[in-house]
C-alpha cells in the first residue's frame, strides 16, 4: 500500500507562484517503481491531467501549463514536486497526487491540495 500526502496548496494572486510537494510512504513499494504526476480538478469539471512523468522519464505537460509549470522527484526523499509560476486563475483547482506502481499497475492518489488563484 501506498500512501501519497500533498502540501504547499494556498492562495495566491494572478502572476504569483506556488510550489507543492507530494510524500510517498508504505512498506513493499520503492519509490523508483512508482510512475509520478499531478492531476487537478475545480468544481463540477472533469480531473485532468497536469505533468506526469513518461516512462522514458521526461515529463509531459498538458498544454495550458507548459512554460510555466515544472515537475521534479527526488528520489532519496521520496517526493515528487510541482513549481507553479506565473499562476492565472484558471489554475484554480483541487490539484492531487498520482503515483502509477509499475510493479503491479495499481493507480495511488493523495487526498489533494486547494490552489486558489485571486484575479
Known amino acids: 500500500q501506498v500512501q501519497l500526502v500533498e502540501s504547499g496548496g494556498g492562495l495566491v494572486q494572478s502572476g504569483g507562484y506556488l510550489r507543492l510537494s507530494c510524500a510517498a510512504s508504505?512498506?513493499?513499494?520503492?519509490?523508483?517503481?512508482?510512475?509520478m504526476g499531478w492531476y487537478r480538478q475545480a468544481p463540477g469539471k472533469q480531473r485532468e491531467a497536469v505533468a506526469i512523468?513518461?516512462?522514458?522519464?521526461?515529463?509531459n505537460y498538458t498544454d495550458s501549463v507548459k512554460g510555466r509549470f515544472t515537475i521534479s522527484r527526488d528520489n532519496a526523499k521520496n517526493t515528487v514536486n510541482l513549481q507553479m509560476n506565473s499562476l492565472k486563475p484558471e489554475d484554480t483547482a483541487v490539484y492531487y497526487c498520482?503515483?502509477?506502481?509499475?510493479?503491479?499497475?495499481?493507480?495511488?492518489w493523495g487526498q489533494g491540495t486547494q490552489v486558489t488563484v485571486s484575479s
Open positions: 512523468f513518461t516512462s522514458g522519464g521526461s515529463p
Open positions: 508504505g512498506s513493499g513499494s520503492g519509490f523508483v517503481t512508482l510512475r
Open positions: 498520482y503515483a502509477r506502481d509499475l510493479r503491479t499497475w495499481r493507480v495511488y
